[in-house]
């Protein structure tokens, strides 16, 4: 895809989780700081031995800083765990896995909000002393907490998910503090900023990662409303999740783990999804879908797919991308 991006083009991107944050390193590498605002999903969110543990924004404040470990995604590179041997021979809970380096931005944090300062503002200042530029915005300051309906019962985001592994059969997700919770004054100004050329939705978890960023209201509705392009990448290759439950999630729910079942899950506010060359017969009957390399092993890969995010977005602005159908704004969706 030929990028022609404006100048002055300012983006945002919604992401959370290991996939989402490679692409916002793609992102982060090709636009200048000032033109980019990543919203990043709080649902993960939880107090772990006092600490308020941010796994999304931390990833992708890792990411971005270079110090992510590379073969998790997650998490520091070169951590040491002398504090959670010694909780685990004190008889506290281990089986959330916390690094030196990572609790020791957990304290500065939690310093910093019990001295008045908001999520978005601590984010800020511990993204300034890693060396991001880059704003990396928590969708709302206050609290969204995500809840796995299974087969066992309700379960919170962190047993389901670390605790237990993901094993549980999901039936659905629902979002506790969703309803009430106010969009940050950050993200209401990316999203109301007149150079606003482009959303892109990263190839996220769609159930654990961007439904809990929709669900504050009223960004879905905002989607909804803009006259720019909003495009998704599907984080499904080939019928699978490269990494996470995406996949499993969907099956267990009864749908085709598919990138059609992704530009579906969005069809109110979505104008195109890119897609692995892998899945490019489908773009073949559905008009909605576009082929790029959505695959990202490396951090060259990450910013070429940034950059055929920009293309595409470019190209249906200017009416040259294949024929896509208008958003079905009048889609009912059930938040899940």
Known sequence: MPSMVRSDAHYVALCGGVGGAKLADGLAQVLPADTLRLVVNVGDDF??????????????LYTLAG????AQGWGREAESFAVLDEVKRLGGPD????GDKDIALHLLRLTMMGAGATLTQAMRALAERLGVATPILP??????RTIIETDGGALPFQTYFVRLRCA?????????????AQLSHEVLQALDDPALAGVILC???????IDPILAVRPLRERLRRLEVPVIAVSPIIGGRAIKGPAAKMMTELGLDPSPA???DRYADFL?????DEEDAALAAVDKRLLVAKTMMHTRQDRAQLARDCLAAIDMITKGASPPIPARDRNVQRTEK
């Open 139 to 144: 969708v709302t300051d206050d609290d969204v």
């Open 67 to 70: 110090v992510a470990h590379a």
């Open 261 to 263: 079942v992704i530009a």
């Open 203 to 209: 190839p996220s978890n769609p159930y654990l990662s």
């Open 168 to 180: 549980p059969a999901a039936r659905g997700c629902r979002f506790e503090g969703a309803e009430t």
């Open 95 to 98: 089986w959330f896995l916390l």
């Open 271 to 275: 104008d195109a999804t890119l897609i």
């Open 47 to 60: 107090s772990h031995l006092s600490l308020g543990i941010s796994p999304d924004l931390d990833t992708v």
